[in-house]
């Protein structure tokens, strides 16, 4: 069965420095990835995914992850945080085309002034 | 469009009541998700619909959840008798489809009910 570990439960930047937010999954199949964004009472929304095409992936806000199939990781990345990014980002594997999501247990971004 | 649409939006009951969800995908969609939040954690599948059918449901607590989705489109999740430990968001998502292309693994989520069990 998948499993995705986020190494990190919380992460703080400065505005307009980077951010990296760290994912690495386990999978027995060819996965599919993805990363979500949770603003406080809102919905999930998704960034970006990966699904066998690009390794390079960009999203949407200026985030992009890079699938390393060697390290099995999938890393969102982003060259400059705005204040707008503070939320919990998820990551989430997917095996099966489509069946079998699995969700990270999250990141939460804060992002200071 | 439309996105995906949940009610209640926040429901407090007490322990032994019962409780249900409703959520209505993205018009043609043929997957629906239902997802288990607890606070600080990410989202758990409970189970998963493909139109009318269900295509996995090994983490739903049978005993005393149950959903279904009999034309394919809207869907119910009951929970009956409530714990305290179903305390939790529960979110409703859908896809185009589940099986190949990459466009319809997307799921897009409803805004979830937020469910207080006391």
């Known amino acids: 069965a998948q499993s995705v570990t986020q190494l990190d439960s919380h992460v703080s930047v400065s505005e307009g420095t980077p951010v990296l937010l760290r994912c690495n999954y386990s999978?027995?199949?060819?996965?599919?990835l993805f990363w979500y964004v949770q603003h406080p009472n809102k919905g999930l929304q998704l960034l970006l995914k990966y699904t066998s095409a690009a390794t390079l992936v960009k999203g949407i806000n200026g985030f992009e992850a890079e699938f390393k199939k060697s390290e099995t990781s999938f890393h969102l990345t982003k060259p400059s945080a705005h204040m707008s990014d503070a939320a919990e980002y998820f990551c989430v594997v997917s095996e099966n085309y489509g069946q079998n999501f699995v969700f990270g247990p999250g990141t939460r971004l804060s992002v200071l002034p | 469009e439309a996105g995906v649409a949940q009610s209640p939006r926040y429901k407090i009951i007490e322990k032994r009541q019962s409780v249900a969800f409703w959520c209505n995908p993205i018009?043609?969609?043929?997957?629906l998700y239902w997802y288990q939040q607890i606070l600080g954690q990410g989202p758990k599948l409970l189970i998963q619909?493909?139109?009318?059918?269900?295509?996995?449901d090994s983490q739903l607590p049978k005993d005393r959840f149950s959903a279904e989705r009999l034309k394919g489109v809207d869907s119910t999740l009951k929970i009956q008798p409530a714990k305290l430990e179903d305390s939790a968001v529960y979110l409703c998502?859908?896809?185009?489809?589940?099986?190949?292309?990459?466009?319809?693994?997307?799921?897009?989520f409803g805004p979830g009910t937020r469910l207080l069990v006391l």
């Open positions: 998502a859908s896809s185009l489809e589940s099986s190949g292309g990459s466009i319809r693994e997307t799921q897009y």
């Open positions: 619909f493909q139109n009318n059918g269900v295509v996995d």
């Open positions: 999978s027995s199949y060819s996965p599919s």
């Open positions: 018009s043609g969609h043929a997957t």
